[in-house]
């Protein structure tokens, strides 16, 4: 159980488009969803929390206008990279928290590797 | 908030070798993780261990949540272990903090 799914795992686009990355779990329902972004070699960085029926938190420098977030049910969080330019190039993860209420553990996707040209 | 120390930040091991990776928190932590992420970006959950010790084939773990940190131990190192690991911390969102990780490479 507590699977955690996205999609795609790879995409390339022009800049100046739009992407959309789904976050999927597969057997829970998670009220809420982390977003984290991983540059090479570089270790993943929280970039928003996501939660269900209501805004998402951003963290700071990062701008929530570029990095759209919908989490509009209870086992889907979008991210969508608006107008992307090859500095958003990068490897994005989401993550939800288990079906256990009892613990803290987080369960990740598979990742996104989003290259911009 | 919460910063995250992994050492050493790399490790070269002979196939066959143990080794041990650090991990310190500059403040308490109710949720511990560690990851190995492979070569294609992937996290594999290692263990869930905000305290106490676990064990999983010849992988281990301990957490010494008092004293703020973290051990993982491999033992009989296997090429296929290579790799990025990650130890995280809680966050006081829920979210988990990362440290930088430490870079394994086991040799043949």
């Known amino acids: 159980g507590a699977v955690v799914s996205q999609h795609p795992s790879r995409v390339i686009c022009k800049s100046g488009t739009s992407v959309k990355i789904e976050c999927r779990s597969l057997d829970f329902q998670a009220t809420t969803m982390f977003w984290y972004r991983q540059f090479p070699k570089q270790s993943l960085m929280l970039m928003a929390t996501?939660?269900?029926?209501?805004?998402?938190?951003?963290e700071q420098g990062v701008e929530k206008d570029k990095f759209l977030i919908n989490h509009a049910s209870l086992t889907l969080s979008t991210l969508t990279v608006t107008s992307a330019h090859p500095e958003d190039s990068s490897f994005y993860i989401c993550?939800?928290?288990?079906?256990?209420?009892?613990?803290?553990?987080?369960?990740f996707g598979e990742g996104s590797r989003l290259t911009v040209l | 908030g919460i910063q995250v120390e992994q050492s050493p930040p790399d490790l070269i091991l002979q196939e066959g070798a143990n080794s041990t990776l650090r991990c310190n928190f500059s403040?308490?932590?109710?949720?511990l993780q560690w990851f190995h992420q492979n070569p294609w970006g992937q996290l594999i959950n290692l263990f869930y261990i905000p305290s106490g010790t676990k064990q999983n084939g010849r992988l281990s773990a301990t957490t010494v949540a008092t004293e703020r940190y973290s051990l993982l131990y491999i033992s009989s190192s296997q090429t296929t272990d290579s790799g990025v690991y990650f130890c995280?911390?809680?966050?006081?969102?829920?979210?988990?903090?990362f440290g930088k990780g430490t870079k394994l490479s086991v040799k043949p």
């Open positions: 996501s939660n269900e029926g209501s805004k998402a938190t951003y």
């Open positions: 993550s939800a928290r288990g079906p256990l209420a009892s613990t803290g553990e987080l369960f």
């Open positions: 995280a911390g809680g966050g006081s969102q829920g979210n988990l903090i």
């Open positions: 403040d308490s932590v109710n949720n």
